[in-house]
């Protein structure tokens, strides 16, 4: 859904390119900012509603009706605003059609299978230059939900998947290395030993139990006796949705890590690549980037940073005053 601000003709937003992005994927809706929307935003759950030239994806799943925050909404403030805010709903559109599995492999005439190598990541799109020269575009939205372009590509590295020439977007999803969560507990099995040092990716988080992943489609539940032996600590202070952190791997059957045991000092093991050839998943945290004194308590007492200020998002859901 895409709006027109009060005294404009034409959204700060480009629906064309919008529509050409995501073609059959989604509908594009173009609304003015009066009584449409008024009426509109009468009808949707609180903190649904899109108006004065903003934009906002509905995903497929109606878990945005209770969660907004899985409906984003985009801001545009004028039309220097009309790159940014068309890119962001392009890509909300993109991911919320591959989470629904409405992406399917591409197979319509025109669609080749091609290989080539990358020549580099920028933002959310890399440029892969294919055999005979042809440029094409590796979209992340179009790959794996919830991983970023370049922990799955680098500059170099060999590609090779489905073509369209129409778009000129190349589609790697038949190469990705783990398609299922046995095939990615196949791969830790081959990749890592009992008692390794491994890097995960926070999930989710509770006071009780932080969720982490080993790999994109391999989950794992931890609970607090495993990461700290404070009694007061809640693990909702301790860790934040998307960080990057080291565990020890215990069992592989059934999968289990814990946090507590694990030194400073332990170089973790690389994490698994997705593509053949590409980087590992997951890195290190950049300690350079790190406030934290250079000597720290062990795992089990010290506590991690506290989780970022939800001040934008609500800024983002509330969206100033009400359409006019």
């Known amino acids: 859904m895409l709006t027109l601000p009060t005294g404009y003709d034409e959204p700060f937003g480009d629906p064309d390119e919008l529509k050409e992005a995501v073609g059959e994927l989604a509908e594009v809706v173009l609304m003015p900012t009066n009584d449409v929307s008024w009426a509109f935003s009468r009808v949707m759950p609180p903190m649904t509603q899109v108006y004065g030239g903003a ?3 509905y995903p497929v799943d109606h878990g945005w009706v209770l969660d907004p925050a899985r409906s984003r ?3 545009a403030y004028s039309p220097q605003d009309r790159r940014r805010i068309t890119d962001q709903l392009i890509s909300d559109a993109l991911q919320a059609a591959l989470t629904a599995g409405l992406v399917e492999p591409l197979t319509r ?3 080749q299978q091609r290989s080539g190598r990358v020549q580099g990541v920028i933002g959310s799109r890399a440029l892969v230059t294919l055999d005979g020269m042809a440029v094409a575009t590796v979209w992340e939205e179009l790959t794996v939900p919830g991983v970023a372009l370049d922990q799955l590509l680098v500059k170099g590295q060999s590609a090779a998947g489905s073509y369209d020439q129409v778009s000129r977007r190349l589609d790697l999803r038949a190469a990705l290395r783990f ?10 099995d081959e990749a890592y030993q009992i008692d390794d040092v491994v890097l995960v990716e926070v999930a989710a988080v509770a006071d009780e139990a932080v969720t982490v992943r080993l790999l994109p489609e391999l989950t794992v539940d931890v609970g607090r006796d495993a990461v700290t ?3 007061t ?3 909702s202070g301790l860790f934040s949705v998307g960080e990057v952190v080291a565990c020890r791997l215990v069992t592989l059957s059934p999968l289990s890590l814990r946090f507590d045991d694990v030194d400073d000092e332990e170089i973790p093991r690389p994490a ?3 593509l053949p050839g590409g980087p590992p998943w997951l890195r290190p945290p950049d300690p350079r980037l790190s406030t934290a004194p250079a000597s720290r308590p062990p795992p089990a007492t010290r506590s991690r940073a506290a989780r970022p ?4 998002q609500r800024r983002q859901l509330l969206g100033g005053a009400a359409p006019r």
């Open 229 to 231: 032996s404070n009694p």
């Open 55 to 57: 934009g906002r994806v």
């Open 109 to 111: 005439p025109g669609v």
């Open 73 to 75: 909404l985009r801001f």
């Open 179 to 188: 398609a299922d969560a046995a095939g990615a507990l196949a791969a830790v």
């Open 309 to 312: 200020c939800a001040d934008d």
């Open 272 to 274: 698994p690549s997705l």
């Open 233 to 235: 600590d809640m693990l």
